[in-house]
C-alpha cells in the first residue's frame, strides 16, 4: 500500500487546482508557482485513483478467469490534456470525474459483454451509474457497456474510498471501431473521437459502426440507412477518402520489445509517449507506482505549461508488455482489424468472422521472452541504459521506434 499514492488535499484544494488548470494558462514570473502548485495538486488527485483503479482492474480479471471469459484487461490514468479539456467542454469539477481512473475488458463476444457486465453489478464496489452504449449507440456510433464505481475498501484500504473509477467493457470488434477513431484522429491532427473533424471520415466511422452492430445482432446506431444503402455509400466514401489505403499506412510501427523479464521483476505499468510531431512512440516500464506516476506527470509537464497536444502520453497499467498492442492499437497505428472488415464490405463480402488470442493462464518460464512477432516493417531502434545512473527509478531499457 506503501507505493500507491493517496490524496494530500482536501477537496476545497482539488476544485481550485481544477479551475486552475483549465482554459489559457498565463505562465509569468507571478503566476508561474500557483500554476505549478496546481498541476501538482491535479496530478496528486489523480494518482490517488492508482489503487482503485488497479482493485477494480484485479476483480474484472478474476471473475473472468473464474467465468472462463476469454479476453485481456488493462487500465490507465486518464491524461491531463484530457483532463483539462473534459473539464472545459462540461463545467464540471476536477473531483466529480468520473474516469480519472478507467478500466476496460476487451471481449470474444456481445454475450460474454453480457456476462461479465452482470457479474460486475455484484461486485463489492458501489455502482453509481451505467451506460449501456450498445443496447443504445451514441450518436457517432460509439458502443461498449460503462459502468461507474465507487472503490469501496476494507481495512487500511478504506483510505480511498469514494474514489471513482470507469469500467468499460466492449468486444473486439466494438474495440477495433473505437480506436480506429481514435488512431485516424491522431493522424488528422482531428479530435474525430468527440465528433469534430472530417465529416467523410465521421460518416464513414458511423455507417461502420451500424454494420458492426447488425454482425453482432445488436441495435444500430441512430439514423443510418439499410445495410444495402449504407454499403454502398460506405463504398463512395471508401474511394472518396482512399480509405484502405490510408487506413494501411497508419500501421506503421507495431512491434515493442524481446527483452526478457524475470517473474520476480515484473513491470506492471508502461508509460506510452507518442510524439505527434515525428510519428516516434517510446514506452518505458516500471515496476513501482509511485516511481511510474512522477514520470507521467514529468512527460506532460511541456505540454501542460505550453496549453498545446505536442505528445500523446499515457500510464497504462496492463499484465504482459504484449497486451499493449491489443489495448491501445491506436498509439501504434494498428488498424488492422477495422481495415480487413472495411475491405470486405468494399468487395461486398460483408463482415467476416474473427478469433481472438486466447487469455493465458500459466506463467512464463524464468527468464522466457514474450511470443511478439507484430511487425514486419523497417524500425528504427535506440536503446538507453539507466542501470550505471544513481538515484534513478529502477525500471528496463527505454525502447523507441519510429515508423516509415
Known amino acids: 500500500m506503501a507505493d500507491f499514492p493517496n490524496s494530500e488535499y482536501d477537496l476545497k484544494k482539488v476544485r481550485m487546482a481544477g479551475d486552475m488548470i483549465i482554459g489559457d494558462l498565463k505562465w509569468t514570473g507571478e503566476s508561474e508557482s500557483q500554476i505549478r502548485e496546481a ?3 491535479a496530478n496528486n488527485w489523480r494518482e490517488a485513483h492508482a489503487f482503485p483503479m488497479r482493485s477494480i482492474r484485479g476483480s474484472l480479471r478474476w471473475y473472468m478467469h473464474y467465468r472462463d471469459i476469454n479476453g485481456v484487461t488493462v487500465a490507465r490514468l486518464k491524461r491531463m490534456h484530457a483532463i483539462r479539456r473534459k473539464l472545459t467542454r462540461s463545467g464540471i469539477k476536477l473531483h466529480q470525474l468520473q474516469d480519472l481512473g478507467g478500466c476496460r475488458a476487451i471481449l470474444q463476444s456481445v454475450q460474454d459483454v453480457q456476462t461479465l457486465v452482470g457479474i460486475m453489478r455484484e461486485c463489492r464496489h458501489e455502482l453509481r451509474r451505467e451506460s449501456d452504449y450498445i443496447a443504445n449507440p451514441k450518436a457517432d456510433g460509439y458502443r461498449s457497456h460503462h459502468l461507474m464505481f465507487n472503490y469501496h475498501g476494507r481495512g487500511d484500504r478504506k483510505a480511498f474510498d469514494g474514489k471513482r473509477v470507469e469500467v468499460q467493457i466492449r468486444t473486439r ?7 480506429a477513431v481514435e488512431s485516424v484522429g491522431l493522424f488528422l491532427g482531428e479530435y474525430l473521437k468527440g465528433g469534430l473533424g472530417n465529416e467523410n471520415w465521421l460518416r464513414l466511422f458511423k455507417l461502420m459502426s451500424a454494420e458492426f452492430a447488425m454482425f453482432e445482432g445488436c441495435s444500430e446506431p441512430p439514423d443510418v440507412p439499410a445495410h444495402d444503402e449504407r454499403c454502398a455509400e460506405i463504398i463512395a466514401l471508401d474511394k472518396a477518402l482512399e480509405a484502405n489505403k490510408n487506413l494501411d499506412k497508419l500501421s506503421h510501427a507495431v512491434r515493442f520489445t524481446d527483452v526478457s523479464v524475470s517473474p520476480r521483476e515484473k513491470p506492471t505499468y508502461y508509460l506510452i509517449v507518442y510524439d505527434n510531431a515525428t510519428n516516434e512512440i517510446t514506452v518505458e516500464s516500471y515496476f513501482v507506482p509511485k516511481s511510474a506516476m512522477a ?5 506532460e509537464f511541456f505540454d501542460n505549461k ?3 497536444d505536442t505528445k500523446n502520453v499515457v500510464l497504462v497499467e496492463a499484465d504482459k508488455v504484449d497486451q499493449l498492442k491489443e489495448a491501445y492499437p491506436n498509439y501504434f497505428g494498428d488498424v488492422q482489424l477495422f481495415r480487413q472488415q472495411l475491405r470486405n464490405i468494399v468487395k461486398g463480402v460483408g463482415i467476416r468472422e474473427y478469433t481472438m488470442k486466447p487469455q493465458e493462464h500459466v506463467a512464463p518460464r524464468p527468464g522466457e521472452n514474450a511470443d511478439l512477432t507484430w ?3 523497417r524500425i528504427r531502434w535506440t536503446e538507453v541504459d539507466y542501470s550505471n545512473r544513481v538515484n534513478r527509478p529502477r525500471q528496463s531499457p ?3 521506434w519510429k515508423g516509415r
Open 306 to 308: 505550453t496549453g498545446g
Open 295 to 299: 514520470s507521467y506527470g514529468s512527460a
Open 39 to 41: 498541476f501538482h495538486i
Open 398 to 400: 527505454i525502447r523507441v
Open 173 to 179: 470488434l466494438q474495440h477495433a471501431w473505437a480506436t
Open 375 to 377: 511487425l514486419r516493417r
